[in-house]
């Protein structure tokens, strides 16, 4: 009987103690939740408040009015255009990233630990450098007379002439997100055991056989995880177009930075971001809904 | 208009802050030799002068500046001469018009530099204070058209945008903005224009024959068919190192600031400057006072100040920009002063400065969007 009791004692010192530790763990929550709440959501509802109100353009007063004719202005032909041209460089960067990084990231996985600890901080090493320093390198990478130019000069006698279009900006926007498509791959590909492979070997899959029914279904949430991070910024990037793109690219990015800083219409730049938010959550979402379609084959 | 023989210098407009941060350092570059010229002539001594008197006057002013356009000395030399008055300069994060507005608006400032179109605005929405001019008696050193064209407060600084080219590699003279578009088709992908509204659209008006502070929405159309007929001619929009490529003859003809073409030609002597026949725009800025402000004595000393022509000389050495002060010119460097590209003479006459556009600053930024989309 004392026993008994002892224990039940035991166990509800136990219970209560477990009970201490669940409530210290929601406390370490408050920081991170405080950070979020202060730094993001109020913001972000700050700016879908304003995306509802109209500005006089001259005391820059705001009046809340809960006016939609920020929304109807995106309708015109120049912003559509711009979303679509913003959505037509992404989905070209995040697929060239994934095109590239996904050997990339396949290669670094079957490597030995050391050399694979080697080979992602070559990936890592660029990021250390400022952002505005690397794209503007490949202004002199990609210039007239420059080393890009002279090698296509020499191999073909015509010069390449890249820099200042679309192309330009392709191709430093991929050379940007690169590591952001290589990592999250790489960590699901680490993961497939060894065992994976040589069993796949043993019941007779070739090497391109393996790939397509070991590893490709194993590593795509990796690859997923890599759209998502890639596609996201890469839609509403404007440092990258302003720099490479000579100007003559207008990208969704750029117009709304106008808004906010040159116009200093906070409600049509917020209408625009809030827009441009949604449309990427309803990609997301939609992505979301076919990736377990896609993994389940 | 500004008269005949008035100024001289490079400068540079009130706008986005990184493009303005990158043209501020070609400015600088420019005049590190006249800095030199100016500590060899003893120029940054304090210097009391005309209207500056050493009397009491504690406080603290805070001005919304870019960072470092000051003279080197101006602030320290001051404080020294008024024991106990502080003048607080603090960078803002936008230097857009509509961003210096916004922040004189805050009231965090006494006073602040802001260029013509953002005094305007700031004075439509009463947020200037009217100047004591008995107490800033050294504006007479400033000429008299940039006192007309600056009126609510001291004027410190202007810049032209004109062409830069290289005749050798064009083969013939460029005299107009009409020559631009006429060879535009001949020197595909070698032309560069400013990547900003006011300056590039304001330029295009010229050509067309309008005012550059146009708001007729018909000009302003004409004005963007203009831009979108070059475009594909264009190599690039820049919003740094416009006339770099002049150099090494990449570019042969660029929409440029006075200042960036004096630069570039001490680099390569065969680049020349156009004053375009259909006349130019510029940006004119200054120091106007915030109403709010409770040191508005302190601030009209500090401007007399800094109006003095030794201290005033000091801001264009440190700066590299051009200058309104003709009394300043004997202690300002030669590579500013004695610049033909600098000193324009006659053909300054034809300059329009860019004013404040109201209501009709989101039309000019919807065309420049829809120039730049297409």
């Known amino acids: 009987m004392q ?34 709440l202060a730094f993001f959501v109020i913001p972000l509802v700050l700016i879908t408040v304003f995306s509802f109100g109209t500005e006089n353009l001259v005391t820059f007063n705001v009046n809340f009015g809960w006016t939609v004719s920020n929304y109807a202005s995106f309708g015109s032909d120049l912003y559509l255009t711009t979303l679509l041209r913003s959505l037509a460089l992404s989905l070209g960067t995040t697929t060239a990233c994934a095109l590239l990084g996904f050997p990339l990231a396949f290669f670094i996985s079957r490597q030995r630990p050391r050399t694979q600890r080697v080979l992602l901080a070559c990936v890592i090493v660029p990021f250390w450098t400022s952002f505005l320093v690397r794209t503007y390198s490949w202004v002199n990478l990609l210039q007239t007379d420059g080393p890009a130019d002279r ?20 191709i430093g926007m991929t050379y940007s997100y690169l590591p952001l498509m290589v990592l999250p791959i790489y960590v699901a590909l680490e993961r497939i055991s060894p065992d994976l492979y040589a069993a796949a070997a043993d019941l007779g899959a070739r090497p391109w056989r393996q790939f397509r029914r070991v ?41 709304i930075v106008g808004q906010y800083l040159d116009v200093g219409d906070y409600p049509f730049g917020s209408a625009l971001a809030v827009s441009l938010m949604v449309i990427l959550m309803a990609m997301l979402f939609a992505l979301r809904r076919v990736q377990p379609v896609v993994e389940a084959r | 208009m500004v008269g005949p023989g008035e ?35 003893g120029g940054s001594s304090p210097s009391t002068g005309a209207g500056s008197s050493p009397a009491s006057l504690a406080g603290t002013a805070v001005m919304e ?4 356009w000051m003279g080197a000395h101006v602030v320290q030399d001051f404080q020294k001469l008024h024991p106990g008055s502080v003048i607080k300069q603090v960078s803002n994060s936008s230097s857009s018009i509509s961003g ?110 309008y005012s550059g502070n146009s708001t007729v929405p018909s000009q302003l159309t004409a004005c963007k068919n203009a831009l979108i007929q070059i475009k594909p001619h264009l190599q690039a929009f820049l919003g740094v190192n416009y006339g770099q490529g002049l150099q090494d003859g990449s570019t042969v003809i660029a929409m440029d600031y006075d200042y960036d073409v004096a630069l570039n030609q001490q680099k390569q002597p065969k680049i020349e400057w156009v004053f375009p026949s259909e006349g130019m725009v510029a940006y004119l800025e200054g120091w106007i006072a915030v109403k709010s402000s409770k040191v508005v004595p302190l601030i009209e000393s500090f401007m007399n ?70």
Not at chain 1, 227 to 255: D, Q, R
Not at chain 2, 148 to 154: L, R
Request: glycine share 12%.
């Open chain 2, 305 to 374: 100040f800094a109006l003095e022509p030794k201290q005033y000389a000091d801001f264009v050495n440190t700066t590299g920009t051009a200058y309104v002060e003709p009394a300043a010119t004997p202690f300002i460097g030669k590579s500013i002063s004695g610049s033909t590209i600098l000193r324009p003479g006659k053909a300054i006459a034809n300059v329009e400065f860019e004013h404040y556009l109201g209501p009709a600053t989101a039309l000019w930024t919807q065309i420049w969007d829809e120039v730049k989309a297409a």
């Open chain 1, 151 to 170: 090698l296509a000069f020499g191999i073909t006698g015509h010069h390449l002439q890249i820099l200042y279009s679309p192309a330009s900006i392709a």
């Open chain 1, 215 to 255: 590893v490709f279904p194993l590593a795509l949430p990796g690859l997923i995880a890599g759209i998502i991070i890639v596609g996201v910024p890469a839609m509403g990037e404007y440092v990258i177009p302003e720099i490479l793109g000579g100007g003559k690219t207008l990208m969704i990015g750029n117009i």
């Open chain 2, 65 to 68: 500046n870019y960072p470092d």
């Open chain 2, 100 to 209: 210096t507005v916004q922040q004189l608006k805050t009231g965090d400032f006494d006073f602040g530099l802001a260029d013509v179109s953002a005094t305007e605005q700031a004075v439509d929405i009463g947020l200037v204070q009217p100047l004591d001019w008995s107490k800033i008696p050294n504006i007479k050193y400033v000429a008299q058209s940039f006192r007309t064209a600056y009126p609510h407060g001291i004027p410190t600084d202007y810049g032209k945008i004109g062409i830069g080219y290289r005749p050798d590699l064009v083969g013939e003279k460029i005299t107009s903005w009409h020559d631009v578009w006429r060879l535009a088709p001949k020197f595909s992908g070698k032309i560069v224009f400013i990547d900003l509204d006011r300056d590039c659209m304001g330029s295009t008006l010229k050509y067309l024959g």
């Open chain 2, 7 to 41: 100024c001289s210098g490079n400068g540079e407009a009130g706008l986005p802050s990184r493009r303005q941060l990158l043209r501020r350092g070609a400015a600088l570059a420019l005049a590190v030799p006249s800095a030199a010229l100016l500590e060899a002539c």
């Open chain 1, 3 to 36: 026993a008994a009791t002892a224990l039940r004692g035991r166990k509800a010192d136990s219970g209560q103690a477990a009970g201490t530790g669940r409530r210290l763990g929601h406390l370490l929550v408050i920081p991170t939740a405080a950070w979020t």
